[in-house]
Nanobody, 124 residues
Framework: QVQLVESGGGLVQAGGSLKLSCTFS????????MGWFRRAPGKEREFVAG????????GYTDSVKGRFTISRDNDKSALYLQMNDLKPEDTAVYYC?????????????????WGQGTQVTVSS
């Protein structure tokens, strides 16, 4: 079975940076579209970024464009999210997710596997 494990979260001041990682095991990583989602307190889980199987195409929610970068290393079965210029509104639990789809979707229901999440807290 697929297992996703996130790491790299923590507490950072506004304007700072963090890099999240997600390790994937149990299946062939390159067969899955991957995404990052987040859930802030009292809010719905929302799409942050996604990347196609090859890593060639990516997509971002508007609020993180120009600040966050999603990437993957299929040889290492790893997914990353580089987050720069962090803002207090980025505070949330961040989840990586895998999908059998062939393109990036923003809908959580289209993702088949989820990690447990890693907390990111940005102080003002």
């Amino acid at each position: 079975q697929v297992q996703l494990v996130e790491s790299g979260g923590g507490l950072v001041q506004a304007g700072g940076s963090l890099k999240l990682s997600c390790t994937f095991s149990g299946r062939t990583f390159s067969n899955y579209v991957m995404g990052w989602f987040r859930r802030a307190p009292g809010k719905e889980r929302e799409f942050v970024a996604g990347i196609t199987r090859s890593g060639i195409d990516t997509g971002y929610t508007d609020s993180v464009k120009g600040r966050f970068t999603i990437s993957r290393d299929n040889d290492k079965s790893a997914l990353y999210l580089q987050m720069n210029d962090l803002k207090p509104e980025d505070t949330a639990v961040y989840y990586c997710a895998g999908s059998r789809q062939f393109t990036v979707f923003t809908t959580p229901a289209l993702y088949d596997f989820w990690g447990q999440g890693t907390q990111v807290t940005v102080s003002s």
